[in-house]
């Protein structure tokens, strides 16, 4: 029986693997919309992810059923308990096609962490439009 797998379960995998892992992936570059980050130091998401958890931010999160859930407590948050500290864009330099995105969020309870997800082509619809339904007075980049 041939198995195949959705583009979306490949990239999960993919960021699991990087995340578990300190083996590093040559492709990836990022663009920070804070001018006061446009360091080169990101150009693998888990070098920014390792950089956000020595600054506190320290829980991941997942998109299910219109909440963002804390992978460690399970509380679910909407759209209006989040508050956006950065982003930072992240395309291939082989493919630029696959494209990610890396929020930096606080939570109203005062949770922080981090929050990566495909955007572009291969973007997930509802958590796009999750993160489209942030209050744009919870984005504190400039």
């Known amino acids: 029986m041939k198995r195949t797998f959705s583009y979306e379960i490949v990239r999960f995998l993919f960021y699991i693997s990087i995340r578990c892992s300190d083996t590093k992936i040559d492709s990836l570059y990022s663009y920070s919309n804070n001018r006061n980050h ?80 495909a955007y572009g082509p291969s973007a997930d619809f509802d958590t796009a439009e999750f993160f489209k339904a942030i209050p744009k007075e919870k984005f504190d980049m400039e």
């Open 38 to 117: 446009m360091e080169e130091f990101a150009k693998h998401e888990i070098d920014l992810i390792r950089k956000y958890e020595d600054q506190g931010f320290t829980h991941d999160f997942r998109h299910d059923s219109g909440k963002l859930i804390d992978t460690k407590s399970k509380n679910a948050y909407s759209p209006r308990d989040i508050k956006a500290i950065e982003q930072h864009r992240y395309e291939g330099m082989s493919n630029p096609s696959d494209l990610s995105i890396l929020y930096a969020l606080e939570m109203e309870d005062g949770i922080k962490g981090t929050f990566l997800m």
